[in-house]
């Protein structure tokens, strides 16, 4: 998942916290004003933005907040600095198949093959974040 959520999976986020709340014996008429809230971090991709996607979230999902990243902010988007980082172990090598590159970023990234530079900086059109 690169940097958000598909529309169910926040629909599953918010019907999980209901169901969770009305569990609890708390009642229905009341989550929205009391429960739980889930903030979720977006980058600005348009995707992220669709009016239609916004307003099914706000009207359906009120537990569901969305919060935008500042624009070209690659600095404060953690999965920037980790693609950053994968593209090293990739870069310049010459794969077979799809399936050896496959096979080298699942090491990568789910098996600990991967070293993040955590202190490197971030390019963003060509200037250095700081």
Not at 5 to 28: K, M, S, T, V, Y
Not at 55 to 80: A, G, H, T, V
Not at 85 to 107: C, D, G, N, P, T
């Amino acid at each position: 998942m690169y940097g958000f959520l598909r529309i169910g999976a926040r629909c599953e986020l918010n019907n999980f916290l209901l169901q969770e709340w009305i569990e609890q014996g708390n009642p229905i008429e009341k989550f929205q004003d009391s429960s739980a809230k889930i903030v979720i971090i977006l980058d600005n991709a348009s995707f992220h933005k669709r009016k239609d996607i916004l307003d099914k979230i706000e009207s359906e999902m009120p537990n569901i907040i969305l919060e935008f990243l500042p624009p070209y902010s690659p600095d404060y988007n953690l999965i920037e600095l980790v693609w950053h980082s994968a593209k090293e172990y990739i870069a310049h090598r010459l794969f077979e198949s799809v399936s050896q590159l496959e096979e080298l970023l699942k090491k990568l990234l789910n098996q600990g093959g991967l070293v993040i530079k955590w202190e490197r900086k971030i390019k963003n059109k060509g200037n250095a974040v700081y």
